[in-house]
């Protein structure tokens, strides 16, 4: 399946829409999900409950059409919980696979910071790799596979800190924040008169989201931009601010967020404003403050917003 540029756009804007039906607040947030999903950048979102993380990634997986799964995490979750496990099959005489929730196109893990170290990283091979490992085989996960998880602020009552391994694996991170006065008003409407999920529409499928995964790595993008994505990456690891900087994948996701960017935006190239406005999604959560940042009250995104401020925009393309 082909997919010209101007197509593309247009489904990005489609699928934008149809997930807004259902979704009230910022369509700054609807658009980095939406990044997210054709980059092939898994998300992750921390907020506290009840702001429409779950309506989000619900209504995307419908408008985009892909198979969804969601996952509860909780503290006594295993990991065959999330990838599955073999069981005996008296019928058969033999010992058969029953797959897990994270076997889909689209998984939901919810909470994902209230499951322990252990059960978190069943999920590090499935977001990196598209598979999963059962028994010592290898089997692919469905393709597309896209993953959003969510996770309660550090400060909950049982909760376990992601390790910085497995937050390198999302390609972005946000929040969604309270909804406007306008935003919370239209909320109580809609629920009082229907359920937003049931006026999604459905306008891709896998295979459309897989052409447009191929489509977003042909948008052009030059040397000088490359070299801005590699100073904003490098600037992270000598900032005084931080303690641990970002690694090298961080500018490989930089730049692919850009691209979809560039392409939501109707254009086949790459500019300075795609890579500033992703910066701070793509790499706040990946950076470690320094003690006396922290002792501070700084943010991270702040910091990240500041380094990307100093570093001067290439001007040729």
Known sequence: M?????????IMHDIEDAVLSAFVGDASV????LFGLFG????LIEDIPGLGKTTLALSLARAAGLTFSRIQCTPDLLPADVLGLSVWDSNQQKFVFKGGPIIAHFVLADELNRASPRTQSAFLEAMQEGSISIDGRTMPLPDPFFMIATQNPQNFVGTFPLPEAELDRFGLSFSIGYPSIDHEQLILERNETAKPLGIVETVANPETVTAMRTRVRSVHISNSIRTYIMEIVRSTRTAAEIKLGASPRAGIYLQQAAKVRALYEGRTFVI??????LAR???????VLASQSRMAGKQASAIVSELVSRIRKPTGL
């Open 2 to 10: 082909n997919i010209e540029q101007a197509q593309a756009t247009a």
């Open 30 to 33: 609807v658009r980095l999900a």
């Open 40 to 43: 092939a950048l898994h998300v």
């Open 272 to 277: 300075p404003e795609d890579v500033e406005a």
């Open 281 to 287: 999604p793509t790499l706040a959560h990946r950076i």
